[in-house]
């Protein structure tokens, strides 16, 4: 609070300190003083600020008293009184009415309380608040309604999209006078009664989910906010993308809480800090948190594809990390590699990140890549869990955030209303081990829901813009800001795995390793000689190669899986394997992406095998893709998952 301010709410306390005091029960409310009464024969509360606002300015709340109470409670803080009179099962009836015109004088006239209030209304409160308006559109300073009734017969009637409640429908037509017949022409709801809101000029805010099917928004919300608009009405809606009817509210209330600071005279000044976010909850979750940095030596790695190899976004944390911590000597080590997933992190996770030794802090994301490569949700957990796993299992202490990108096909399935498979069962993971994470994917179709930017012209591509890559990192720094790095440096607990056969003890196992090879050579630094793009690190390096059918070779390993890092180019073809004499299976090397790239592909043969020493067999067939052009195969490494 400014000193200017601090003068104005000093002469609000003076203004109002010779207000009478309230009757009734004085208890607390989340620390501050409360009252409960009886007035007009109905239940009242009102509680009081700490130190009052000028003008003694409130906000009146219908039904659900402490329900979703987070605007209140940011209101308190600035100096308004809450007031609540339980007129429940009136419906904001002429009834109703009454009684709050009873309360509102004993307020106003007793207590000192500003002759207009802020009206605010959940559900079927809608009824209430904009009925009491209607009547006394000068005692109103502005409406906030979430998820508000504003026709009877869309709820409790049940006569459109909604289900209705039967028993509160009996209930509601009684207290109206009314039969199933005379409510098809019943004139007394909120939709009907604008005109004179509209005229006094009082603003709206509606906060809404757009697939509540209790109150649909299409018969309540967005009827309303079309005929208030045409009759010259200002009105905001916040319409949370697949939001039902739960949870009210926003879990930072700041929007809510500026609309009516905005709209109360003399604390317009008070106005918040613009949230970060557009519907009120942002897109981390700290679970374990995050642990400070030492005053030396520290080691941050990115583990991740392509928009990690590529930077951005990674070098903005690095800056935010060397501010926050300016006596900290950070390494940071980019473990980016474009093409790869949650299954190859695991089998390479030693060579790329363990091996650099500590460290402090490390960042994994695979979520576009494990979708875009097509992965199973089988295969999209176990990788994922492997690389936690087998980092916890190495070093307890270590720190993971991991992070899910956003691609246009989760877009598509965000604006369904589902949860993207691939962020789904890395939150398994995260959930399972206590890690953050941060659903970056939900953030960027959120934005653009709210219109905040677009993908064609503002992020581009899965491989994001500069401004893609600010939005990531400000998302990192929200969740860097939110830990405040204060967990303690411990080892972490261990918990049972998720899925026995996750890739835990990934390594990776050189391609001469193979024997009794005929038809393969092992060229010492493969290249393509198709003009084919490449992936660094899967190129002038040594490979196992075969071109022809008939190719065959021998592995020995111990473990308790076993498969292929390969380079799946135009010419890749079908393999057949088979473990210590099993029957033979096949597998197509080829891949969507391979007529253009010699792509990095992790083929998993057998994730189960009995822990122990094992052989595999392979053989090129005769056979392959149509769409390929020849029957090679070429083996950067084997992948070998060892014993627990």
Same mark, same amino acid.
């Given at each position: ?12 306390? *003076? =203004?109002?300190?010779?207000? /009478? ?61 809450? *007031?609540?009179?339980?007129? /429940? ?27 207009? /209030? ?10 209430? #608040? ?57 004139? &007394? ?97 700290? +679970? ?62 030693? +060579? ?85 994470? #941060? ?7 959120? +934005? ?43 080892? +972490? ?22 024997? &009794? ?7 010492? =630094? ?75 592909? *992790? ?25 390929? /052009? ?15």
């Amino acid at each position: 609070m400014n000193a200017v301010q601090r003068m104005v709410m000093a002469a609000g306390i *003076a =203004a109002s300190a010779s207000a /009478a005091p309230f009757p009734g029960t004085q208890t607390q409310w989340f620390g501050w003083p409360r009252w409960d009464f009886e007035h007009d024969g109905r239940r009242c509360i009102v509680v009081a600020p700490t130190n009052e606002a000028p003008g003694r300015p409130w906000i009146w709340r219908a039904r659900f008293w402490g329900h979703e109470p987070q605007a209140d409670l940011a209101l308190l803080r600035l100096g308004y009184h809450v *007031a609540h009179m339980d007129v /429940a099962e009136m419906f904001g009836s002429p009834r109703a009415v009454a009684h709050w015109d009873r309360f509102h004088e004993l307020l106003v006239k007793e207590h000192g309380f500003a002759p207009r /209030a802020a009206l605010e209304g959940m559900s079927r409160g809608g009824l209430y #608040i904009y009925n009491w308006a209607a009547a006394n559109p000068g005692k109103v300073t502005c409406i906030y309604a979430d998820a508000p009734v504003l026709d009877i017969r869309s709820w409790p009637g049940g006569k459109g999209r909604g289900p209705g409640h039967s028993p509160t429908w009996a209930a509601c037509l009684k207290e109206f006078g009314l039969t199933e017949e005379t409510a098809k022409d019943f004139r &007394g709801n909120p939709l009907d009664r604008l005109e004179p809101l509209a005229r006094a000029g009082i603003p709206l805010l509606h906060v809404c989910g757009e697939a509540d099917t209790v109150v649909p928004i299409e018969e309540n919300t967005l009827l309303l906010a079309q005929r208030y608009r045409e009759l010259g009405g200002k009105i905001t809606v916040i319409a949370k993308p697949n939001g039902e009817h739960h949870p009210h509210s926003l879990k930072d209330p700041a929007r809510i809480v500026n609309f009516i600071l905005e709209n109360t005279p003399r604390m317009e000044g008070f106005r918040q800090p613009d949230p970060p976010v557009p519907y009120g909850a942002d897109y981390f979750t700290l +679970r374990g948190g995050l642990s400070g940095f030492p005053a030396g030596p520290a080691r941050v790695v990115f583990l991740g594809g392509s928009i990690t190899a590529g930077g951005g976004w990674r070098d903005h944390v690095g800056e935010s990390l060397r501010r926050r911590f300016p006596s900290t000597q950070f390494e940071f080590v980019n473990a980016g590699i474009p093409s790869l997933g949650s299954t190859p992190h695991a089998f390479r996770l030693v +060579r790329d990140a363990l091996s650099k030794g500590r460290i402090d802090l490390m960042f994994v994301e695979a979520a576009v890549n494990d979708e875009t490569n097509g992965m199973t949700p089988e295969e999209m957990l176990r990788g994922m869990e492997g690389v936690v796993r087998h980092a916890r299992a190495h070093q307890p202490d270590m720190d993971i955030v991991l992070l899910h990108f956003a691609d246009p096909g989760k877009t598509k399935t965000l604006a369904s209303g589902a949860t993207p498979v691939v962020v789904a069962q890395h939150e398994r993971v995260a959930g399972h081990y206590g890690t953050p994470s #941060i659903d970056l994917a939900r953030e960027v179709f959120e +934005r653009m829901h709210a219109g905040e930017f677009t993908w064609e012209k503002d992020f581009r591509d899965l491989h994001p813009s500069p401004f893609g890559h600010r939005l990531y990192a400000a998302s990192i720094d929200r969740l860097f800001d939110a830990s405040g790095f204060a967990a303690p440096r411990r080892a +972490r607990p261990m918990p049972a795995p998720l899925d026995p056969l996750s890739y835990d003890g990934g390594c990776l196992a050189p391609p001469e390793s193979a024997r &009794g090879s005929k038809g393969w050579t092992l060229d010492p =630094a493969w290249g393509p000689t198709d003009g084919k793009g490449t992936r660094p690190g899967y190129v002038r390096v040594p490979m196992m190669v075969a071109s022809e059918a008939g190719a065959e070779l021998e592995f020995d390993f111990t473990g308790r899986g076993i498969g292929l890092m390969i380079a799946s180019g135009p010419d890749a073809g079908i393999v057949e394997w088979s473990v210590d004499g099993a029957p033979a299976q096949r597998r197509d090397l080829f891949t969507q992406w391979s007529p253009q790239l010699h792509l990095p592909w *992790a083929v998993m043969l057998d994730p189960a095998l009995k822990p122990g020493p094992h052989t595999l067999r392979l053989r090129m067939t005769a056979e392959k893709n149509p769409k390929s /052009a020849g029957t090679a195969c070429r083996i950067v490494h084997f992948l070998v998952n060892v014993s627990g």
